[in-house]
């Protein structure tokens, strides 16, 4: 029996590791997928940074856990904030939570709808469209109901190398981020 093909589902999800890959590697950052039991706690990749840090502090090492997300949806746009519809509400908790010692961030790759738009290749350059932004849900409040929750990711947080460089700077300060409600 032959191996079933990738849904849209997965191609999404694969292209995100890609993104993240590229990012982290780009910034000077270890990136290691996680596996299947760290996947079930809701950590798709772990990155690890080493200092001197820009403005750093204490910390010459910093670790960071990842869930990745990938939509076609059209996030709604305030201007400030774009939208996203976390499912599965111990994902949100997971995310959310301040017991953990490493710090977690969501990473959504906002993707155009046209699945022919992802990526485009010439002998000049790789072109993966459209972007992600990054966000920690630590601290958010909890919430009732039982689907999922709607997130708000600041759209000064793309997620670039520059910005991950500064978010290992932070961490390193131990100056953790926070949710951010709009």
């Keep these: 029996m032959g191996a079933e093909p990738l849904s849209r589902n997965d191609i999404e999800a694969e292209i995100s590791y890609a993104y993240l890959h590229a ?35 204490l910390h010459n090492e910093v670790d960071i856990k990842v ?3 990938a939509t076609i949806a059209e996030p709604r746009d305030d201007g400030n904030h774009l939208s996203y519809f976390l499912r599965g509400i111990s994902r ?7 017991a953990g010692w490493t710090p977690r961030i969501l990473v959504v790759l ?3 709808n046209d699945p022919v738009e992802w990526l485009t290749i010439s002998d000049q350059q790789l072109v993966l469209k459209k972007s992600a ?4 849900l630590r601290g958010a409040m909890p919430t009732t109901n039982d689907s999922g929750q709607t997130i708000y990711l600041p759209r000064r947080q793309l997620f670039t190398p520059d ?6 700077a932070r961490l390193s300060r131990r100056d953790l981020p926070v949710y951010e409600a709009p």
Excluded at 133 to 136: G, L, M, N, R
Excluded at 163 to 168: D, I, K, R, S, T
Aim: net charge negative; hydrophobic share 40%.
């Design 133 to 136: 932004y990054w966000v920690s």
């Design 92 to 98: 949100y908790d997971d995310l959310r939570s301040e």
């Design 110 to 112: 906002f993707l155009p």
């Design 67 to 69: 869930q990745l997300k």
């Design 23 to 57: 990012v982290a590697s780009s910034a000077g950052v270890a990136c290691e997928s996680c596996g299947r039991v760290q996947d079930n706690a809701g950590v798709d990749a772990m990155l690890t940074g080493w200092g001197p840090f820009p403005n750093g502090g």
């Design 163 to 168: 910005a991950l460089v500064e978010l290992m």
